[in-house]
């Protein structure tokens, strides 16, 4: 046991009764709160009509639930479809396991449909949430520390992560790995300490939400440009914890499958955001104001 180093939780799972609360959904829900809280007050700072952002997540949310599951179970088919696996498990959202890109892309579905539903400028929104969806993902890695998930190879730095043997909560002598175990005496896993790849994503996803913030800010970026900076700036940090990480994961050419993806979406990001600056400046705020009747409210107030 290492003198300094980050303890596991115990537990991923609590009850209320026969009522489970789990720390990684708890921690899902929180992250879109704040991201369509932030993302409601940027889309107002731009102009945009109030109610905006809360209407397109009604479909952008479940979309990307869903979008993120689907990923997650196509690029690991064999933890639910191998021989001795129940396939019924893949549904299973509460025990961890969203892909970002299936959640942004087939979020990012969701979105232009009820931006299309809206007459607002998909990019525009794009923009305006974009720092919240990273604050987002941050707050999705808590739940993966109490998960004990996604983390890398053993470490003898300071801030090591410790992961424990957890066991079934009602046989003692049970193991039970993963958030309904509970981890009975601290005993730690012969590869423990290891390097806590959640914090590192956690910090490295709140660095970019501030960075886009400043740079959209300074530079007043528009046309989804804004979302291309979070999308680059994500990646690259996916990319290099990617290589940190010691868990399960399928590999194309001694490469993880997330490592190939982070570097891919990180081209095309950039790609993207170079091209749309020839769009010119940051979408005119009359341009937010949507056709339906709320937008039509929104217009009147502004010109009282």
Known sequence: ???????????????????????YALCIIAGIILAIWWGERRWQERGGA??????????????GIVGGRIYHVITDPELYFAPGKNPIQAL????????????????????????RR?????????????????????????GNYFNQELYGSHTSLPWGLEIYQRFDPNNPTVPLQGPDGV???HIPLPDSPVQPTFLYELIWDLAVAGLVVWLDRRFKLGHGRAFALYVAGYTAGRFWVELLRDDHAN?????RVNTWVSTLVFIGAMIYFYVARRRGPREAPELLAGTGEKSGSHVAEKVD
Not at 50 to 63: N, S
Not at 121 to 142: E, T
Not at 251 to 255: C, N, P, Q, V
């Open 50 to 63: 109030k109610g905006a952002v809360v209407d397109i997540a009604v479909f952008a949310v479940p979309f």
């Open 1 to 23: 046991m290492f003198l300094a180093t980050i303890p596991s939780p115990e537990r991923g799972v609590w009850y209320l009764g026969p009522l489970p609360i789990r720390a």
């Open 251 to 255: 590999h194309i050419l001694g490469l």
């Open 118 to 142: 809206k007459g607002i400028p998909l990019p525009a929104m794009a923009d305006a949430i974009a720092p919240g969806i990273v604050a987002a993902q941050a707050i999705g890695r808590l």
């Open 183 to 185: 981890a009975f005496g």
């Open 92 to 115: 299973y959202i509460w025990d961890g396991g969203l892909g970002i890109w299936g959640a942004v892309a087939l979020g990012g579905v969701g979105a232009w449909i009820g931006c």
